[in-house]
């Protein structure tokens, strides 16, 4: 009998929002496995899961280099799943953390399917956890959507025209992936009169976090970590 391998949600930054489940898998974890961006580099999910009062667990990083090489990442995603199939493979259970729910943009679908494959009929269990975008929807204390509204969850699109289509379509946007082009999206949204009903919340959760209800309260150095641009369209109005 292998062990399970448990992908746990630990939430987008604060450590009192992972969940008691999530909690409960990684005390009885042999081993939990952390992503991390290089050798020797801090994994922002560990630091969580410290912070909530869970230092003494036996963590195990894994690097996952910062690369679009596809060569790159099977290399990077099959080592991974050898070091977790190990544990496996001894019968003990094995968790992998990962930022916010492992079913939103999370690395966990990548090792579990590269585990799959070195382990024929091993189970596995995903543990969800709070996204980015509830804790950011909770700071600015409005909600994502109501009634039959419509909600959208996507990554910046390069193409910032697609925006104007988008919010005829939806309700509420919400916009991940942001980094560097913050102020590019910001001055899209203002051309499309969305700007005083869209809200930004960057590095959620943690000590340094920014909340601005309005995007004319953004300070400059504002890109980071777990943010979200939340975009409330007005389309049924």
């Known amino acids: 009998m292998t062990g399970t391998?448990?992908?746990?949600?630990?939430?987008?930054?604060?450590?009192?929002?992972?969940?008691l489940k999530g909690r409960d898998v990684l005390l009885r974890a042999a081993a939990v496995f952390v992503p991390a961006p290089g050798e020797g580099?801090?994994?922002?999910?560990?630091?969580?899961?410290?912070?909530?009062?869970?230092?003494?667990?036996d963590f195990r990083p894994l690097v996952f280099p910062m690369s679009r090489d596809e060569k790159v990442l099977a290399a990077s995603w099959d080592a991974a799943a050898a070091r977790v199939c190990d544990v496996l493979r001894d019968g003990k259970d094995a968790a992998f953390i990962t930022l916010g729910d492992p079913g939103v943009y999370s690395?966990?679908?990548?090792?579990?399917?590269?585990?799959?494959?070195?382990?024929?009929?091993v189970r596995i269990e995903t543990v969800p956890g709070v996204t980015t975008m509830n804790l950011a929807a909770a700071l600015v204390n409005r909600p994502l959507v109501e009634g039959d509204e419509r909600l959208c969850l996507?990554?910046?699109p390069e193409d910032l025209g697609e925006l104007g289509a988008?919010?005829?379509s939806f309700d509420t946007l919400v916009l991940y992936k942001i980094g560097p082009r913050l102020r590019e999206a910001v001055?899209?949204?203002t051309r499309l009169g969305l700007a005083r009903s869209s809200s930004f919340v960057g590095?959620?959760?943690?000590?340094?976090?920014?909340?601005?209800?309005?995007?004319?309260?953004?300070?400059?150095?504002?890109?980071?970590?777990?943010s979200a641009l939340i975009v409330r369209t007005g389309r049924t109005a």
């Open 41 to 57: 580099k801090p994994s922002l999910a560990m630091g969580i899961v410290r912070e909530a009062g869970l230092g003494g667990l």
């Open 187 to 189: 001055e899209a949204l």
């Open 166 to 168: 988008l919010a005829r």
């Open 154 to 156: 996507l990554p910046l």
């Open 5 to 19: 391998l448990y992908g746990v949600g630990v939430g987008p930054g604060d450590p009192g929002l992972l969940t």
């Open 203 to 226: 590095r959620a959760g943690l000590p340094d976090q920014i909340v601005a209800p309005e995007l004319g309260d953004i300070p400059g150095d504002a890109a980071g970590y777990l």
């Open 107 to 121: 690395t966990f679908s990548y090792l579990a399917a590269a585990v799959r494959r070195r382990l024929q009929g």
